[in-house]
């Protein structure tokens, strides 16, 4: 039996019923990892001896006949932008390198609480400003699908573990779709929960106002079970959302009759390859044989998403990545003449070009006469963008679309060119944008190449998209196809 393969799910059953110890999964996964490490490139850190002493203390709780909580012993990876006390934590880029910060996000104490154990931190794109994880500032991660291609970002690296059966589970953070997409270029389900559902406390800021962390896992059950861990209220995310945290496999019951689907033409027009479209269209027509009503709708200001977004989301990193200076975090140049000098060298040593080009683009639409012209306009643009969610999904249940516009790309493909990379995420933004849930899962192939299928639902109804992801999965076995590597 492949461990590394099985879902946590099942593997939880395995463990209550002392099938299997922690110690066996967790050294499984290990074993995996470095096995095929060299071919894909999740990992920035692994903490192999932590996850072997925590999965050891698991084995003693089952052992004493205690009974466990469903992560319990299962290895879970985190992306390398959300804090971990003690463990070096980069975001991707030089000038966080070096750093262990002082304590840990509120999701990784969650984990934690719950008896998962952390298997490492995942490379991801510099301050997750990317989707190929290509702009890493220390190593290139590639699809398991195809190592030739990316695998997407800028969580790529959780998504590539998950995949590549590194880990079983990971978390990853999604601003404009860094969850989803890279979910949809490896074959595996990523959710990003509503705006506010998850506490971002410990999430190293990128856009504020659009940033939120999410699962990535290999099934809709298992990201229903992370969902369990780590929603919830957080005094200390003023951002965070006071609501009843329901038990989301509460709602991983296969039955979608009734329900009535939206499919935005804006998301199935212009750009989207036509295997991608094929496979969406099949899977509209799957839900409509179960009994859902599915039918195409309209959100005129879409458009508009990609350019609000990349105003929005540099204004606000311009504002919140002013605080690596050199002095307080990570990298520091040498040889400085005097503080205004330091600053200068260690800002422009230790950012990539990727975070430069945004911080240089927010910094532009937020200064005095060009603010009103940019950013307040993106602002309102917004608004409207909002609103035409909230109106389609007065009238629907939920909305349903292709998760990216094509499969994953080669390498270098789109790397030079800002506005092609830009483009990849036109499926993506306009859901962090309005701040509802999206998930991804696994609709088929292309090339070859697994694509994903994004249901987008009204705020804090994440159980209405589980329960539709959940009934397609059932009655569909894309989930289930591993890669060789
Ligand atoms: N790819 C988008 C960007 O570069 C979204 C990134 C994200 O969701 N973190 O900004």
């Known amino acids: 039996m492949q461990l590394f393969r099985l879902t946590a799910h099942e593997l939880h ?12 999964l967790n050294k499984a996964v290990f074993d995996r990892i470095e096995a095929v490490e060299d071919k894909i490139g999740a990992y920035i850190c692994r903490t192999k001896e932590y996850a072997l002493e925590r999965a050891l203390a698991v084995d003693r709780q089952i052992k004493n006949g205690e009974k466990i909580a469903p992560l319990s012993g299962i290895p879970v990876a985190i992306k390398d932008n959300i804090c971990t006390n003690g463990i070096s934590t980069t975001a991707g880029s030089r000038i966080l390198s070096g750093f262990i910060p002082p304590y840990s996000a509120t999701v990784v104490n969650k984990l934690d609480a719950a008896g998962a154990v952390l298997t490492g931190k995942t490379n ?14 220390f190593l290139t991660t590639h699809n398991p699908w195809d190592t030739g291609r990316v ?21 990853g953070s999604d601003t404009g779709g860094s969850i989803r997409q890279p979910a949809a270029f490896c074959g595996v389900v990523g959710m990003k929960p509503t705006y506010g559902a998850v506490s971002r406390y410990g999430l190293i800021a990128f856009a504020s106002s659009l940033d939120q962390i999410g699962p990535l896992a290999r099934d809709v059950t298992d990201c229903a079970l992370m969902l369990n861990v780590i929603c919830g209220h957080d005094p ?34 212009e ?18 044989n179960l009994g859902a009503t599915v039918e195409y709708t309209n959100l005129p200001h879409n458009k508009y998403a990609l350019s609000a977004y990349y105003l929005i989301a540099p204004a606000e990193a311009s504002s919140n990545l002013a ?26 040593e230790a950012f990539g070009s990727e975070v430069k080009r945004r911080i240089m683009l927010g910094t532009y639409g937020l200064s005095a006469g060009y603010y009103d012209a ?35 790309f080669r390498f270098g493909e789109k790397v030079d060119d800002p506005l092609k990379m830009y483009l990849s995420d036109i499926c993506t933004i306009s859901v962090n944008l309005a701040g509802i849930p999206g998930i991804s899962l696994p609709c088929g192939f292309v090339d070859g190449m697994p694509v994903g299928l994004q249901l987008m639902g009204k705020y804090f109804d994440e159980g209405t998209l589980l329960r539709v992801a959940y009934t ?9 196809r591993h890669p060789e590597i």
Not at 271 to 288: F, K, N, Q
Not at 383 to 391: A, G, H, P, S, Y
């Open 13 to 24: 059953g395995l463990l209550s019923n002392k099938e299997i110890s922690a110690e066996e």
């Open 124 to 137: 991801m794109d510099e301050f997750a400003m990317g989707s190929s994880t290509e702009n890493s500032a």
């Open 151 to 171: 695998p997407g970002g800028s969580s790529g690296g959780s998504a590539a573990a998950v995949s590549a059966g590194e880990v079983i589970c990971a978390l």
């Open 236 to 269: 200390k995310d003023s951002t965070s959302a006071d609501f009843a945290v329901p038990d989301y496999t509460g709602f991983l019951n296969e039955d979608v009759r009734g329900l009535k689907i939206g499919v935005p033409e804006e998301f199935m027009a």
């Open 271 to 288: 750009g989207i390859d036509p295997g991608m479209r094929a496979s969406v269209e099949s899977a509209m027509t799957l839900l409509e």
């Open 323 to 348: 605080r690596y200076d050199g002095v307080r975090y990570g990298y520091r140049a040498a040889a400085a003449e005097d503080v205004a000098d330091m600053f200068i060298k260690t800002r422009s």
């Open 374 to 408: 940019y950013y307040l306009k993106a602002l309102k643009v917004r608004t409207l963008i909002k609103e035409d969610f909230e109106r389609a999904l007065e009238k629907y249940d939920l909305l349903l679309s292709p998760t990216t516009p094509t499969p994953a």
């Open 472 to 480: 397609f999965e059932q009655n569909t076995d894309y989930h289930k």
